[in-house]
């Protein structure tokens, strides 16, 4: 499966971003995770949903961020509220039932 991971941007401290990632196909019965990149740092995972829509997410960004899917669309969304700048990063969706990586999308927060 190929995924499109799209939404990043530019944003002040404080304000909002909702990330996408569009699957090539079905990705119902996949577990879904998204995880971010800040340079010079290793990859750390985000969130997870489950095929049932159970979710988790990473301390750092509880209260903050959401994960959801949409299976009709086989997209997979992270709204990310509240954004400070420690969140800047590269972030990636990932398949686990396939194994694939999205190619990243790219979010900057200035304070």
């Known amino acids: 499966v190929q995924l499109q991971a799209s939404g990043g941007g530019l944003v002040q401290a404080g304000g909002s971003l909702r990330l996408s990632c569009a699957a090539s196909e079905s990705i119902s019965i996949s577990g879904m995770n998204w995880y971010r990149q800040a340079p010079g740092k290793q990859r750390e995972l985000v969130a997870i949903i489950t095929s049932s829509g159970s979710t988790e997410y990473a301390d750092s960004v509880k209260g903050r961020f959401t994960i959801s899917r949409d299976n009709a669309k086989s997209t997979v969304y992270l709204q990310m509220n509240n954004l400070k700048p420690d969140d800047t990063g590269v972030y990636y969706c990932?398949?686990?039932?396939?194994?694939?990586w999205g190619q990243g999308t790219q979010v900057t927060v200035s304070s």
């Open positions: 990932f398949s686990r039932l396939f194994a694939s």
